[in-house]
């Protein structure tokens, strides 16, 4: 079963479904003042940003000729990016290149490309190239923008039932214990998975024709989230065997059903009754906090087997069916992989009329573009942007979601995205998950921030850096060979501490393992500190917070004692750094992070 899982999911994943649309796209302008500038092993691309644009493509050509081809930085999904800079690490130092930017109206659709401009990265020369980073300590500062808090993905939620072993390891205890963990160390709110309606929550099945519904399952499900801090995100998806116009359309090994409902007006009756429900047992004060969400990636074939139009459909019953229960509970949707049919949801609700109170999509591989465009471009500028997944690669058992690479990928996404989405959900908190079938050894390229037996990976040692930056954010400069592109930096302060997170990444992905030519020499200056302020730097980088290198060799499945070895040897470290009151000296590889936190000494 989980091979042919894996087999039919591989051959159906890429395959979007209807792109046809009733709508146009903006014809954008391409950006201006598109400057290109060579260093060490990379070239950093910048321009003048577009309004309208919910991203750019980067175009690159060899030789005056040359034809401009997208730039791929190998992340298996979305290749277009929200914002300037851009850092181009596949190129070959000493080559001559042509850039050349264009406008992305919508993901499947770019504009015309911007004039080119020249550029050669540079070839190494056994010096570390340098950048300064400049913090403006004595500003007012700006709240700082915390988009990781709002939610987190797991596997299906049935699953903290389950009492199977997977590893040695009971599944729904550990879930549970990963999931708490987000919510206690990391401060998550709410939860999203799959699955609420698949037939082993048995909530719906039809009795003599007629239906029936069951919502105990749910409620365990629920009591279990809402006992460890959190709310459930409802995805309102799979369909029930009973309601389903064609039962042998499925998706994951667990036979998920993607089939369109044989009765929309009994998908309706399902819906109204589930959030009546949630209601009279939890409260509507309480469910007025949830969000609930239609489908999961429908523009996807092997999620949806209906038409888009047969989507649209289902939306605006399940958004009839949540607002009769009251009209100020929240829908959204398309719920779409890889930014897809947000535009075609938001000019159908503005034609009927149907509700759209977030906007919610996904992406993979790169920072998510800023879909705010299409909001305004639709009238829907005041709904709310929920990305409900988001990562480093849709792809399962990739050994790269075990990688340092994956945990700074994590810094800049959410650097990226903070003060401009509402919600960046990393796909997912638990190496317990089996779209694909359960985990068949400790580390196998899992999604989870966790591992089976609730180690930490990279991806949630960043999560930890986020967490200790402080509520105010400071203006921060960067200069020198890939400083603000390369080299970035993300600077806060409390009443009597200074927090610098700073990292060295690139989005390509065939970098992951580490590249000399790209590390950096970083000189922090940190003006108007008090001198006797004491300063530590926490690590991240290959072989420091570093499970997979720790693990490296390991066979099969850790013993406790060997899981309490790892923990031990992958954890993060926090050490003193020289510090003479005015700036401080790091040395970044490609990929690395660091938390530099300057503070006023402890009395007594």
Excluded at 352 to 378: E, I, M, N, W
Aim: charged share 25%.
């Amino acid at each position: 079963m989980q091979h042919h899982a894996k087999t039919d999911w591989d051959e159906r994943i890429a395959r979007r479904s209807d792109e046809e649309r009733e709508f146009a796209f903006p014809d954008l302008d391409p950006p201006k003042e598109v400057r290109a500038v060579g260093g060490v092993g990379q070239v950093t691309i910048d321009w003048t940003p577009v309004d309208g644009a919910v991203g750019y493509l980067i175009l690159r050509a060899t030789g005056e000729h040359g034809k401009l081809e997208p730039v791929d930085h190998h992340s298996g999904d979305v290749l277009s990016v929200p914002s300037p800079p851009y850092v181009d690490t596949t190129c070959t130092p000493g080559t001559p290149y042509r850039y050349a930017v264009a406008s992305v109206p919508e993901v499947t659709v770019a504009g015309r490309a911007s004039v080119t401009v020249g550029a050669v990265p540079l070839v190494a020369d056994g010096s570390l190239p340098e950048v300064t980073v400049t913090v403006d300590t004595v500003a007012e500062g700006i709240e700082l923008a915390k988009p990781w808090v709002p939610m987190i993905g797991s596997e299906r939620l049935s699953q903290l039932l389950c009492k199977d072993l997977s590893g040695d390891h009971e599944i729904g205890v550990e879930l549970e214990q990963a999931l708490r963990r987000m919510h206690d160390e990391i401060g998550v709110r709410t939860v999203r998975a799959h699955a609420i309606f698949h037939d082993d929550t048995r909530v719906y099945t039809e009795v003599d024709g007629e239906p029936s519904y069951d919502f105990s399952v749910v409620d365990a499900i629920y009591d279990k989230v809402l006992a460890i801090g959190l709310r459930p995100v409802v995805e309102l998806g799979f369909m029930p065997r009973d309601l389903a116009s064609d039962p042998a359309r499925t998706v994951f090994a667990y036979g998920a059903i993607i089939s369109p409902p044989k009765s929309y007006e009994r998908w309706y009756e399902l819906v109204r009754e589930l959030v009546q429900h949630l209601v009279e047992r939890y409260g509507l004060d309480e469910v007025l906090t949830w969000d609930f969400e239609v489908w999961n990636e429908a523009n996807l074939e092997v999620f949806w087997s209906g038409t888009k139009t047969e989507y649209l459909h289902l939306y605006d019953a399940t958004a009839a069916a949540v607002k009769s229960v009251d009209p100020r509970l929240a829908i959204g949707g398309p719920s779409s992989a890889a930014a897809g049919w947000v535009d075609d949801l938001l000019a159908h609700a503005a034609a009927q009329g149907t509700p759209v109170d977030f906007v919610s999509t996904h992406t993979y591989g790169s920072p998510p573009l800023d879909v705010q465009a299409s909001l305004d471009r639709h009238g829907f500028s005041d709904a709310r942007i929920l990305w409900t997944e988001w990562g480093v690669t849709p792809t399962h058992f990739n050994p790269i979601n075990d990688s340092v690479f994956a945990g700074v990928f994590l810094l800049r996404g959410m650097r990226s995205a903070a003060g401009r989405v509402d919600a960046l959900a990393y796909w997912v908190a638990s190496d317990h998950f089996e779209e694909l079938g359960r985990p068949p050894r400790f580390l196998h390229g899992g999604f989870g921030l966790q591992t089976v037996g609730g180690l930490a990976k990279p991806r949630y040692h960043a999560m930890s850096l986020l967490s200790r930056l402080g509520p105010v954010e400071l203006p921060v400069t960067l200069s020198g060979d890939g400083g603000g592109s390369l080299v970035e930096a993300w600077a806060s302060r409390d009443r009597d501490r200074i927090a610098v997170l700073l990292w060295n990444l690139t989005l390509d992905q065939t970098k992951a393992r580490g590249a000399p030519e790209l590390t950096r020499t970083v000189h922090v200056e940190l003006p108007g500190v008090d001198p006797s302020w004491q300063a530590t730097a926490t690590t991240l980088a290959i072989g420091v917070g570093d499970l997979a290198t720790a693990a490296h060799g390991l066979d099969d499945w850790p013993g406790h004692e060997e899981l309490a070895e790892l923990a031990e040897r992958s954890k993060l470290v926090s050490t003193p750094v020289e510090w003479n009151g005015s700036g401080v000296d790091l040395t970044l590889p490609m990929p690395s992070a660091v938390l530099l936190e300057i503070e006023a000494p402890r009395r007594g």
